[in-house]
């Protein structure tokens, strides 16, 4: 194995990466070389993202600016004299399911959770990287080439995580995951919401009541936990658990991605099996 190590006195372009898991694949193609800072650091809201003045400072200071769409991150247009690379223009966007509030023209910008997608970011920030710092171009073709191998290995482990729970139904309060549901074949039987909101009418109840009945639903996804608790209202007839859609609890860096996507599958299987105990059911058509 050959060490492979930066040029000396070499000063690395400043880069930002807007949203966790975009950082964390942008930080393991750029380890050794660069420290990518995090924008947008514990935000559930992207969409509604307001700059701070840190935020502003640390633009002001970078060079490269990896983002998904400015549909998504919508601050972007307003950036000048930066070195933008939209990332959602590597990879083949699907339609929106219905109504949603992170929209580019009908297209679903939660391109992060499809493997593949991740795969081709990682070669689009490998070729930036090295259009921008030749330097050490071999050192980010290296740093790529093992993220890309990780990235098989873990569709490998999520599949096997998933194996026995794809046919079972579920809804989600957000209607965010269809790139990770198409992906790993998932059985996604409908939302509630096209955003994570916390305001929950009883018509939206009542629906959701009638769809967990008429499929004979087990599990709800949330965001967050205040909108798990709103659920709550269900009774013991479904299990509801957190999706963490940006891998906000996981520390940032190289691994926070893999992490990411595993702690996900992992989240859907956890509900999924659920076994409901025949007492306890609540009857919703009372």
């Known amino acids: 194995m050959v060490l492979l190590l930066p040029i000396t006195g070499?000063?690395?372009h400043k880069i930002i990466a807007t949203i966790n898991p975009i950082h964390s694949l942008v930080?393991?193609?750029s380890y050794g070389i660069a420290e990518p800072i995090l924008l947008m650091k514990n935000s559930t809201q992207i969409h509604n993202y307001i700059l701070k003045p840190s935020d502003i400072i640390k633009i002001n200071s970078s060079d490269i600016i990896f983002y998904i769409d400015d549909k998504l991150e919508y601050f972007i247009p307003k950036i000048k004299d930066k070195i933008l690379i939209k990332l959602s223009s590597c990879v083949s966007l699907l339609p929106t399911r219905g109504t949603t509030h992170i929209s580019g023209d009908d297209k679903d910008l939660h391109i992060w959770l499809s493997p593949d997608n991740a795969k081709k970011m990682v070669i689009k920030i490998r070729d930036v990287l090295v259009k921008y710092d030749p330097?050490?171009?071999l050192i980010y073709t290296n740093n790529a080439n093992v993220v890309l191998s990780k990235i098989n290995q873990l569709s490998h482990n999520i599949n096997n995580v998933l194996h026995h729970v794809r046919g079972l139904p579920y809804i989600t309060t957000h209607d965010a995951y269809q790139y990770f549901e198409k992906y790993f074949g998932l059985n996604f039987a409908g939302s509630l919401s096209s955003s994570d909101s916390t305001n929950i009418s009883v018509k939206a109840l009542s629906k959701i009541t009638?769809?967990?009945?008429?499929n004979n639903i087990k599990c709800i996804f949330a965001e967050s936990p205040n909108n798990k608790n709103k659920y709550q209202i269900l009774g013991k007839q479904v299990?509801?658990?957190i999706l963490d859609l940006l891998g906000n609890d996981q520390n940032q860096g190289k691994?926070?991605?893999f992490k990411m996507m595993y702690n996900l599958a992992i989240t859907f299987k956890k509900c999924l099996?659920?076994?409901i105990n025949e007492k306890n059911i609540v009857n919703l058509n009372m």
């Open 255 to 257: 691994d926070a991605y």
């Open 273 to 275: 099996e659920y076994n």
């Open 135 to 137: 330097q050490n171009a």
């Open 210 to 214: 009638k769809v967990i009945s008429k």
């Open 10 to 12: 070499y000063t690395a």
């Open 239 to 241: 299990n509801i658990q």
């Open 27 to 29: 930080s393991a193609v």
